[in-house]
């Protein structure tokens, strides 16, 4: 089993931690995990060109035209059998970055 851990917080802050604790509990169960910090990875805002909504239409697959991370973010999620977000809530609200993911 593989099981992802992403944390949108700060390097080493409460959530990297959190997520990471959650990630040791996994491992001694036998899963295969990983970390990722999605603040070391470049992310760009969605444009809301559509361009993936036609690429699914068309049945290539989901083809985004902004050069990111986040297709290697998303091929990370997809193979993972679990993930584990810890995102930090600022106003009400989880973070900026979680929400452009």
Same mark, same amino acid.
């Given at each position: 089993?593989?099981?992802?851990?992403?944390?949108?917080?700060?390097?080493?802050?409460?959530?990297? $931690?959190?997520?990471?604790? !959650?990630?040791?509990?996994?491992?001694?169960? %036998?899963?295969?995990?990983?970390? #990722?910090?999605?603040? @070391?990875?470049?992310?760009?805002? $969605?444009?809301?060109?559509? !361009?993936?909504?036609?690429?699914?239409?068309? %049945?290539?697959?989901?083809?985004? #035209?902004?050069?990111? @991370?986040?297709?290697?973010?998303?091929?990370?999620?997809?193979? !993972?059998?679990?993930?584990?977000?810890?995102?930090?809530?600022?106003?009400?609200?989880?973070?900026?970055?979680?929400?452009?993911?």
């Amino acid at each position: 089993m593989k099981i992802l851990g992403i944390s949108g917080g700060t390097k080493n802050g409460a959530n990297d $931690c959190m997520c990471k604790e !959650a990630l040791l509990a996994a491992k001694e169960q %036998g899963a295969e995990i990983e970390f #990722v910090r999605l603040m @070391d990875l470049e992310i760009k805002h $969605c444009t809301g060109c559509k !361009a993936c909504v036609m690429s699914l239409f068309s %049945g290539r697959g989901n083809m985004c #035209v902004l050069k990111d @991370d986040f297709q290697w973010l998303l091929d990370k999620m997809l193979d !993972a059998d679990g993930i584990i977000f810890s995102i930090p809530i600022f106003e009400k609200c989880a973070a900026g970055i979680f929400h452009t993911i």
